[in-house]
């Protein structure tokens, strides 16, 4: 998650979360309290252009150990 907006430009290949299917050339704006989990489609790799108003907050219980980083690259 994320504590601003986040616009997003898949270049290539795709990616999905829990509202759908974005193949290359989606543009697509969440906020801040969107929460979603990006995944590759299927068997391809993707390449976005991401934009944060704010910085990343991993949320998964194995990713979470990146946060402090996050914050001390932020600061």
Not at 2 to 13: A, K
Not at 32 to 47: C, K, M, S, Y
């Amino acid at each position: 998650t994320h504590g601003g907006s986040e616009m997003t430009l898949v270049l290539s290949g795709g990616f999905s979360d829990e509202s759908g299917e974005y193949p290359p050339g989606e543009f697509t704006v969440r906020e801040g309290w969107d929460q979603h989990t990006p995944v590759a489609l299927e068997g391809e790799e993707w390449i976005c252009l991401v934009e944060l108003d704010d910085s990343l907050r991993f949320t998964r219980l194995r990713h979470r150990w990146l946060n402090p980083l996050i914050k001390l690259n932020a600061g």
